[in-house]
């Protein structure tokens, strides 16, 4: 069985300039760099028709996981995400996101939506939405480490928000 994750926060800014850098190569190095752990890397990013692909790596060093965690995995962890991104019409653009642990059976799934809420003309409010699901294929364990993936995703979307916030503060 799969749990949820549901991600909605709201922004100052448009949603045309949270794309241009939810999307842009330095600010996917920079988040990686503030957020990625000692093994990030910025893997491949494209430029389509349609709109933007891009993976990423993350590390988490196996002394910051829980011990329940540290027992399946046994080692730091290594999670690639990918994520594609296009725009729905004027103001709205939609993604999907998935992501896998090296070495460990667990998958993450999702879509994410970026809309701006009123005229944007008038107002620079924006709402970022997240929906996805962990699974994680292991006997008797699979339900305690879906628990544990889908609360470390949970505050990685929350720490990242805070990171757009101030990059785009700085580079607005």
Not at 60 to 81: F, H, M, N, Y
Not at 88 to 111: F, K, Q
Request: one cysteine or more; aromatic letters at 6%.
């Amino acid at each position: 069985m799969a749990r949820r994750i549901e991600h909605r926060s709201t922004s100052e800014w448009a949603a045309a300039q949270v794309y241009a850098a939810l999307v842009d190569v330095d600010f996917l190095i920079d988040r990686l760099n503030e957020l990625g752990g000692a093994s990030s890397a910025l893997v491949s990013h494209e430029e389509t028709d349609d709109g933007v692909r891009f993976q990423v790596r993350h590390g988490v060093p196996s002394d910051e996981l829980p011990a329940v965690a540290r027992t399946v995995v046994g080692s730091d962890l290594t999670i690639d995400r990918s994520e594609s991104w296009r725009q729905a019409e004027e103001g709205h653009y939609s993604g999907e996101v998935a992501a896998e642990i090296s070495g460990a059976p667990c998958s993450i799934t999702g879509s994410m939506w970026l809309r701006d809420l009123g005229d944007p003309d008038t107002s620079a409010v924006s709402e970022f939405v997240v929906s996805g699901a962990v699974r994680v294929s292991l006997p008797f364990l699979g339900g305690k480490l879906e628990d544990i993936v889908a609360d470390q995703v949970q505050k990685l979307l929350v720490a990242e928000e805070h990171f757009m916030t101030e990059w785009l503060a700085r580079h607005a």
